[in-house]
């Protein structure tokens, strides 16, 4: 600092590398005597004299938040809004649970039918469902945890990237956002002003929502989807298992079991189509018929390779 104020350049010299290293950009503004007042906001400014954060002073990770005017949405009539992060972790959960109860429903029912196709006896069949249940709990739990743990350490890895061109290319990533909202349908002077706006609000927010897609704050949990997949499988794999020891014959059992997995299908679709808002019908269609294609295909297979004992 002290080499700085001896070789402070005489006015109108051109001052060497100490305004261009804070903007990036060469200028002929003379460098001024103290690392404090090259650091002021009237230092680096746009053309519309609007301060624009140095990196020396962190960029824009490095100012004060200017406070949001609203804090949540007011949605009109008919329409739902998650009203916290808790409520998206909680959907993203349910989803999990549903699919994991309808693997459980079609697998064990599969694994059950496929092996009364070559043998009906109740010990046999309790042994397969009850093999069908433990892998298949286990596998989807443990799919499930590994694939989401990558996808959240992809989220974190690309969000760090993005915290450094924040603090290191202030500018680059202005523009970047006014791009991002031109695209959107608005023009030059009002994307500029809705992206400096946003940036001075959550710089790395706006970012991550309108560049990434990922909302910095509900990154996905890898422990969530594995819990909440393990006993959804758990509990609709119970559903085929329990009817099959039912003390009747061999045709009613497996009538049953059809009806008892039908049904558990048309329900998990039902909820399935009211999570993502599609129509129920197609997707209550679409459910049961895969399902009960899936036990059947199990069965034939079962019937063709089996031997009865």
């Known amino acids: 600092m002290t080499n700085n104020c001896a070789s402070q350049p005489k006015s109108g010299q051109l001052a060497k590398g100490a305004s261009s290293a804070i903007t990036g950009k060469s200028t002929t503004r003379p460098a001024k005597g103290t690392e404090h007042e090259r650091s002021l906001p009237d230092s680096r400014t746009d053309a519309s004299g609007s301060a624009i954060p140095t990196r020396i002073q962190g960029g824009w990770l490095g100012i004060e938040q200017t406070p949001a005017i609203r804090e949540a949405i007011t949605p009109h009539p008919g329409e739902i809004h998650n009203k916290s992060n808790e409520s998206s972790k909680a959907l993203n959960s349910l989803r999990a649970a549903v699919l994991g109860a309808n693997d459980g429903i079609v697998s064990v029912a599969g694994t059950i039918l496929g092996v009364a196709g070559a043998d009906n006896n109740p010990h046999a069949l309790l ?6 249940i433990s892998a298949g709990a ?17 989220e974190k890895s690309i969000l760090e990237k993005e915290r450094w061109e924040l603090i290191n290319l202030p500018d680059e990533e202005l523009d970047e956002l006014t791009q991002i909202y031109e695209t959107k349908g ?28 990922i909302d ?17 499988f758990l509990s609709g794999g119970l559903i085929p298992l329990l009817i099959s020891q039912i003390p009747a014959t061999f045709t009613v059992r497996v009538m049953l079991i059809v009806a008892a997995v039908a049904f558990a299908l048309l ?21 049961v018929i895969m399902g009960l294609s899936t036990m059947l295909f199990a069965w034939v297979i079962g019937h063709i390779f089996g031997v009865t004992v």
């Open 267 to 287: 329900l998990t679709g039902f909820v399935s189509a009211q999570i993502v808002g599609t129509k129920r019908r197609t997707a209550i269609l679409r459910n």
């Open 127 to 132: 042994i397969a469902g009850v093999a069908a």
């Open 216 to 232: 910095p704050n509900e990154l996905t949990n890898p422990w969530h989807a594995g819990i909440s997949s393990f006993f959804a």
């Open 138 to 154: 286990f596998s989807m739990a443990g799919g499930e945890y590994v694939s989401v743990s990558a996808q959240r350490d992809t």
């Open 186 to 213: 608005m023009t030059h002077p009002t994307a500029y002003k809705a992206a400096y706006e946003a940036m001075h609000h959550d710089a790395l927010r706006a970012h991550a929502l309108e560049e990434l897609n």
